[in-house]
């Protein structure tokens, strides 16, 4: 590839990417407080001594326990009991809290800085290990990632999940350098941050020797705290309201027994003229005025089962193919490594197994998975562009075009998410199955020698 390709190239990425910050950045602007205000309520209600996984809004509440900028009479009126819309864990609220006082206003763009730092981050680190002539792979594989559905309804509602592919990415990144207690400890974080992410160790298991460090360290890591957890009242407690609250999410959103209802969208009537930084009835009468849509479709494997069978599988059924899933592929590499001449499995197809095993967790899921995981995918990205000379070239082009069904900007239709993710899923596990690059131009070149003697 000549300079001026090259160069072309990437200043049409670097285009694509100042376009999404503009986008982005335009859709925060007028979208209010999103789910990251749940988020700081409950990390605020935790510093006052209040489990908040259990209460609702109410009207003699101070300011700064305000959930929305809107009126929602959903998930407490159908279940007749008082649920916050919050599903994570008391270590994440703990870790927000550091910030909770300030403005929503500085929160929220705080977290959008912060997003798109780390993005660039992982871009930077992913072109400082890459070889150079994999540099526009790089831009190819991370780039239209900030162009799909996923990344702009991450900044819509203000989520957190590009935090913990940030945190898998480095954690990936350490794995392959063999800093395997650094990696170790920040495992520990992420799980705490968010539990199914332990999903991601079991392919290390399987190696357990070869990775004793890495596993010991997140034991002890996660350990330590449990053990803070178990012995200090006020965070034991927090921990089995989690435990608790999410029982009664997933069966609303599995839609046992009760049906929830949808929340009114009126602006809330508590609402200083000017709250935390920001006038939200204009900023109300904007987004009335904007004709934006977005699709926000499940990318699961249950709502694919919904649109058929016109109901949602059952838990077990779940859980079921979760398993199912992870155990065929880990007999898959067990008799991969045991086979005659059998090679042990390298770091990079151990850590692609270990984001396999989390995305099938996040597919398999009982409850809804909305666009904004989608962000996460760029860890995959990461481990194919460092290993680019060993990663087939068929699972390159199914990362590539899973974001492409993906893209915002692309026809939306129904399903898109879910077909999306189904390549997603399939490009790595080519990656797994199939051998290397580079092991299958050597297979080439020794039947090519064998064929001519």
């Not at 994999?134 to 590009?162: M, S």
């Not at 290390?204 to 449990?226: E, H, Q, T």
């Not at 999410?246 to 003229?273: D, F, G, S, W, Y």
């Not at 904004?372 to 990362?399: C, E, M």
């Amino acid at each position: 590839m000549n300079a001026t390709i090259r160069n072309t190239i990437f200043i049409g990425f670097l285009l694509a990417f100042l376009f999404s910050i503009k986008y982005t950045s335009w859709v925060q602007s007028w979208t209010g407080m999103g789910d990251m205000r749940w988020r700081v309520v409950g990390a605020r209600q935790i510093d006052d001594g209040i489990s908040p996984y259990y209460r609702g809004e109410y009207l003699n509440d101070p300011p700064r326990y305000i959930q929305n900028i809107y009126i929602d009479t959903g998930i407490t009126a159908a279940y007749g009991v008082e649920l916050a819309n919050l599903t994570t864990s008391p270590f994440f609220l703990r870790t927000v809290s550091i910030f909770s006082e300030y403005d929503e206003y500085r929160i929220d763009w705080g977290v959008y800085i912060f997003c798109h730092l780390a993005f660039l981050i992982c871009i930077a680190l992913a072109l400082l290990y890459a070889e150079r002539k994999h540099w526009p792979l790089c831009l190819l594989l991370f780039i239209p990632i900030t162009l799909t559905d996923g990344w702009i309804y991450h900044f819509f509602v203000v989520q957190q999940y590009i935090l913990f592919g940030f945190l898998l990415t480095i954690i990936c990144l350490l794995l392959l350098r063999n800093k395997q207690i650094a990696a170790g400890i920040l495992f520990a974080l992420l799980i705490l941050l968010r539990l199914n992410t332990v999903i991601f160790i079991v392919p290390f298991v399987l190696l357990a020797w070869n990775y004793r460090k890495f596993l010991l360290s997140s034991a002890i890591g996660v350990a330590v705290y449990a053990i803070f957890a178990f012995v200090h009242p006020m965070e034991k407690k927090l921990w089995q309201d989690y435990f608790s609250s999410l029982k009664v999410h997933q069966a609303i959103q599995m839609n046992e027994k009760i049906q929830t209802n949808r929340p009114r969208h009126i602006l809330n009537p508590n609402l200083p003229a000017n709250f935390e930084g920001t006038d939200y009835v204009k900023m109300d009468s904007v987004a009335r005025s904007i004709d934006f849509e977005i699709n926000k479709e499940s990318s699961n494997f249950r709502a694919g089962y919904k649109a058929v069978f016109k109901q949602y599988p059952s838990v077990t059924l779940l859980v079921l193919l979760l398993v199912c899933s992870v155990g065929i592929t880990l007999l898959w590499q067990l008799f991969q490594r045991y086979r005659p001449k059998g090679l042990l499995l390298p770091a990079y197809k151990v850590a692609t197994t270990g984001l396999f095993f989390y995305f099938l967790s996040n597919f398999f899921s009982t409850v809804y998975t909305a666009p904004y995981h989608l962000p996460q995918w760029w860890a995959v990205g990461f481990i194919y562009t460092l290993n680019a000379s060993k990663i087939p070239r068929v699972a390159l082009g199914l990362f590539v075009l899973g974001m492409i069904v993906n893209c915002h900007f692309m026809p939306s239709f129904p399903g898109k998410h879910l077909l999306g993710e189904m390549v997603l899923l399939a490009s790595v596990l080519w990656v797994i199955i199939m051998p290397s690059r580079a092991e299958s131009q050597a297979s080439s070149a020794v039947a090519s020698s064998t064929a001519q003697h």
